[in-house]
């Protein structure tokens, strides 16, 4: 089975990424994005609105360039180009140009104040290293990937139905993770404190990582949201996935962590459980329903036991959000179509709807890009060199179901906006 971890890549080298921003990077699409549709012609649009967002590049060493800004796309192209950064990040709209902000150092005003951003989520596989046992550290397989993609259908879910957002990208981080950007215009305005709440939302984990139980589910029913996610996606996933892939119940250290979740006036009536087991089925999945069965049925029941389940599962399976990420304004998040120094691998988005279907160990690296180039023969004229790689689909994808219905919201938001402005006005002008 294939996985994605480890150390320096062999698909990585800085003259073939040199190449690939010179080929294939998507310039055009990330400033397109990052404009919100005010590099248009029309009225409102505001000329300086992209030139107050900051990028930040990386280079070898983790030598960074922060506050660098771009007014337009030959001036970011360029830039790339030429400094062909290791990783590039982007970060908030500022009240003025990022670069410049040194001239408003002495200023006691607050000019140089961040005032628009992305709600932006960030996922990461090791932080699900106490309860997944085929990998640990940035080792990543199709064993424990699946955690990854019940996060999106979690938050995802939560963020449309429960938010109302529309505009999300979902981006796989290169190596062992997922980022999400949500990019409505109200999610872009979100203050720190608003972004704060909606983090605190999604917060079900507390105690650190001595504790036994990291999750209480308090109250006589379960949040809707919380609810929803458990029989639409967690109690599934932990029983059907879960439990065979990473033998939770078949090696006794395991049982017994889970069994410790368990208050201790109950460890004694359960503690049978570990020894009868029917050989001719799955262990894990036998022992998994008598627990249930021993913590849901009568006395247990009575006690308010049976609530251990849900958190058992809610322990296993339910997203660890990085919460700093989301609740501040000014943190950076790494660009779409990155190439990650450590696999190689480029940071393609990941279609929500079809998530199950996304294999990290399959995502395209530079050094297969270029081979895909090599064995395509000749540059055609009128089409791009992306579309000759398999680095096209994930490009097509981004325009198709991200990029092309923010602009039109982005549009309409614009054109809604102006109308109302030049109502008012002619209204004011008629007294």
């Not at 690939?20 to 699409?29: I, S, V």
């Not at 180039?373 to 689909?393: A, F, P, Q, Y």
Request: charged share 25%; hydrophobic share 35%.
């Amino acid at each position: 089975m294939g996985s994605v971890g480890g150390g320096f890549s062999n698909h990585f080298n800085p003259n073939l990424l040199k190449l690939y921003y010179g080929k294939l990077f998507p310039h055009a699409d990330l400033f397109k994005w990052m404009s919100y549709g005010n590099d248009g012609k029309h009225p409102a649009c505001d000329k300086s609105y992209v030139g107050r967002r900051e990028f930040s590049f990386t280079f070898q060493n983790d030598i960074y360039l922060r506050f660098q800004s771009f007014s337009t796309l030959s001036e970011l192209e360029n830039s790339i180009k030429d400094k062909c950064p290791f990783k590039i990040d982007i970060g908030p709209v500022y009240s003025v140009d990022p670069a410049k902000r040194h001239a408003y150092a002495q200023s006691n005003d607050k000019v140089f104040t961040t005032v628009e951003r992305e709600l932006v989520f960030d996922i990461d596989i090791t932080d699900y290293d106490d309860i997944r046992y085929c990998c640990s550290g940035a080792d990543v397989c199709l064993d424990c990937w699946p955690l990854m993609t019940v996060a999106i259908k979690v938050v995802d879910t939560a963020l449309r139905d429960d938010f109302g957002f529309n505009h999300i990208l979902w981006v796989y981080s290169g190596r062992r993770g997922v980022h999400c950007w949500v990019c409505d215009a109200k999610a872009r305005r979100l203050n720190n404190e608003q972004r704060a709440a909606i983090a605190d939302y999604f917060r079900v984990y507390q105690g650190n990582e001595n504790s036994n139980k990291k999750i209480s589910l308090s109250g006589p029913a379960l949040h809707p949201f919380l609810a929803r996610s458990y029989s639409e996606v967690l109690g599934d996933f932990f029983e059907t996935k879960l439990l065979p892939c990473q033998q939770l119940f078949s090696d006794e250290e395991r049982y017994e962590k889970i069994l410790e979740m368990i208050p201790d006036e109950c460890i004694h009536d359960l503690s049978h459980n570990k020894r009868s087991s029917n050989l001719k089925e799955d262990i894990n999945l036998v022992r998994w329903e008598q627990l249930k069965h021993s913590l849901q049925s009568g006395k247990q029941k009575a006690q308010g036991l049976w609530r251990c389940v849900e958190e058992i599962v809610f322990s296993f399976t339910y997203p660890r959000l990085d919460m700093e990420v989301s609740k501040h304004m000014n943190h950076l998040l790494k660009a779409p179509f990155c190439i990650h120094p450590k696999t190689g691998r480029v940071c393609v988005p990941i279609d929500p709807i079809h998530c199950d279907e996304f294999d990290p160990t399959t995502v395209p690296t530079l050094s297969e890009l270029f081979e895909e180039l090599n064995r395509g023969g000749h540059k055609i004229d009128g089409i791009d060199e992306w579309n000759r790689t398999s680095l096209g689909e994930s490009i097509r994808f981004f325009r198709s179901s991200f990029l092309q219905p923010l602009l039109k919201s982005c549009k309409e938001e614009m054109e809604s906006s102006y109308t109302a402005k030049q109502r008012l006005a002619n209204n004011s002008l008629t007294w």
